[in-house]
């Protein structure tokens, strides 16, 4: 069965930090590209940052450059997302995608609010 499951969302201020982390289940973590998406209220779902299948390559929107870094540990099965300097703009529904086409999966996602 194939599970994608996020946590570390929360509540942080503006200005602070989260890490989200994504394990991985029920396939072959090593041969799919990952992703962070995030949607907000009234938006469409954006994606904020990937990384190659081996984790030798990323690239990030440029909303986010400079403050978020994803990377890969395929021992493990799990990508994560630190995420700095968070502003309130960064307040979404976080969701972990694996993608080696045509296959994809999501996760369920996890909340992050940037609120004073």
């Known amino acids: 069965q194939v599970q994608l499951v996020e946590s570390g969302g929360g509540l942080v201020q503006p200005g602070g930090s989260l890490n989200l982390s994504c394990a991985a289940s029920g396939f072959t973590f090593s041969k799919f590209t990952m992703r962070w998406y995030r949607q907000a209220p009234g938006k469409e779902r954006e994606s904020v940052a990937v990384?190659?299948?081996?984790?030798?390559?990323?690239n990030y929107a440029d909303s986010v450059k400079g403050r978020f870094t994803i990377s890969k540990d395929n021992t493990k099965n799990t990508v994560l997302l630190q995420m700095n300097s968070l502003k309130p703009e960064d307040t979404a529904a976080y969701f972990c995608?694996?993608?080696?086409?045509?296959?994809?999966?999501w996760g369920q996602g996890t909340q992050v609010t940037v609120s004073s």
């Open positions: 995608n694996a993608e080696n086409w045509p296959t994809n999966y």
């Open positions: 990384i190659s299948r081996a984790g030798g390559s990323t």
